[in-house]
Structure formats: C-alpha cells, structure tokens
C-alpha cells in the first residue's frame, strides 16, 4: 500500500480537489483507494457521498487517528490510502507527512501561497519526508507561453529546490463542476483539458509511489 497525503498551509489552494481527482483516478485505473479525510470541514467526504457510481472508499479521520487508519487501510488491502488535510493546521498535517510514502504540496501561483508554502517545505526537509509541488489553479498557457505568474512560479520553486510536478492543473470550471456531483473531471468530460491533467498527474504520482524507484525516496 501506499499512502499519498494532499497538504497546503494555506485555505483554498485545491487539497480537497486535488485528493478527490487523484482518488478517483487511482479507482479508475483498477486501484482499492480510501481517501481519508483530516480536515474536520470534511469537504471530500461530502463530495464522495455525492457519488452515484463505484468509487474510492472514505473516512472521517484527524492526524492522531491516522496511523491506526493505515494499519487497518493495509490489513483490508487498500493499495492507495490519500490523506486530505486541513490548512493551518501544522501538527494535524505533520502526522500526515510522517506517515506518507509522498506528500503534494498543493499551491497556486501566488507570493502568499508561496510564502505559507516554504514553511511546509522545511517541515518535510527536517522529517526527511519525500515531497512534490503540485501548481494548481494556474492561468491557462497561450500558444504554448506561459503567464507571468506561473512563470515566476516556476522559477521560484526552482529556487526552493523540490520536486515539482510536470504536469500544472489549470484553473477550469471542469473541476468545480465534476466535484458538485461526486465526480472527476475524467469522469465529466473524458476528452477535455482537465481530464488530461488529471490523467497525466495521477500517471506520474503511480510512477513515483507504485514504481520501481518507488522506495528510494523523491528528495529531503
Ligand atoms: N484547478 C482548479 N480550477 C478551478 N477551480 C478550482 C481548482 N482547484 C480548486 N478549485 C476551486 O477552488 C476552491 C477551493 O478548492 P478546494 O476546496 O479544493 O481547496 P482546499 O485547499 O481543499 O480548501 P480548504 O483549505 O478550505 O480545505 C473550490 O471552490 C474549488 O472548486
Ligand atoms: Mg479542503
């Protein structure tokens, strides 16, 4: 099993949107998922309960319940156990960390969730926890340029020296609208640009997290 926690310090930046895309993707793909939700607004839970079809298990859980929930998670053959966090909340969020074989750090392209973000980063620095920068809600790239922002971004998480992931989720209303009726954007519209995102993230994190380098860790 492996378990994969969606973290950001700061509200809104798309953890529960993220968690809920990548949980459907791995179910899709054949994988027993749970999507353990930690954030006591419980938003994933609420999404998943709106699901008609087939889909990732879930639970309400928060940081000191989570080592049980993975033990359990194992013994009933889970294969991907994703942990929805709660902003701000740094000791709920550092079991989280602890426990995960990879934390995504969610942010937008923005000075305040960059500065909320590098505290994240020294936190999972100092623990040795492997983790991967998700950009999130960006600016849609125009004949192939990128906007100002993300490119600042880019050069910015350059400087912060993490992995980030190749794959940038666009801000597009396919992922509002899938998460409304407890679906994924795959689900909603397969051959729209959100659904490839989404494709290509999840192809990624299984790389990373299911793969053959799997266990030598991403960075520190
Ligand atoms: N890529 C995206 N494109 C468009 N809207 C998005 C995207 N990602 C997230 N959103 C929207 O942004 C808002 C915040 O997203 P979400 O609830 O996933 O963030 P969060 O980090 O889980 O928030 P919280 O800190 O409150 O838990 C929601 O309205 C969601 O639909
Ligand atoms: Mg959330």
Not at 61 to 83: C, E, H, M, N, Y
Not at 123 to 149: D, F, S
Not at 198 to 215: N, P, Q, S, Y
């Amino acid at each position: 099993m492996r378990t994969i926690a969606v973290i950001a310090r700061k509200g809104g930046s798309g953890k529960t949107t993220v968690a809920v895309h990548l949980a459907i993707a791995a179910h899709l793909r054949g994988r027993r998922v749970l999507l353990a939700d930690a954030d006591p607004q419980r938003s994933s839970c609420e999404v998943l309960k709106g699901r008609r079809e087939d889909g990732p298990g879930w639970a309400e859980t928060s940081g000191p319940k989570l080592f049980a929930l993975q033990v359990a998670s194992q013994r009933s053959q889970v294969d991907a156990l994703i942990i929805d966090t709660a902003a701000g909340a740094e000791d709920e969020v550092a079991h989280a960390i602890v426990l995960a074989d990879l934390s995504l750090l969610v942010i937008r392209p923005t000075f305040l969730d960059f500065a909320a973000a590098i505290r994240t980063v020294d936190v999972m620095r100092r623990l040795h926890k492997p983790g991967l920068i998700v950009l999130n809600q960006a600016p849609t790239a125009r004949e192939g340029i990128e906007p100002p922002a993300v490119k600042k971004a880019q050069e910015a998480l350059r400087l912060m020296r993490l992995p980030v992931a190749p794959t940038i989720l666009r801000a597009r209303s396919a992922y509002q609208a899938a998460v409304e009726c407890g679906r994924s954007a795959e689900e909603l519209d397969p051959s729209g640009a959100a659904s490839q995102e989404v494709a290509e993230l999840w192809a990624f994190i299984e790389r990373l997290t299911f793969g053959k380098c799997a266990d030598r860790g991403l960075c520190a």
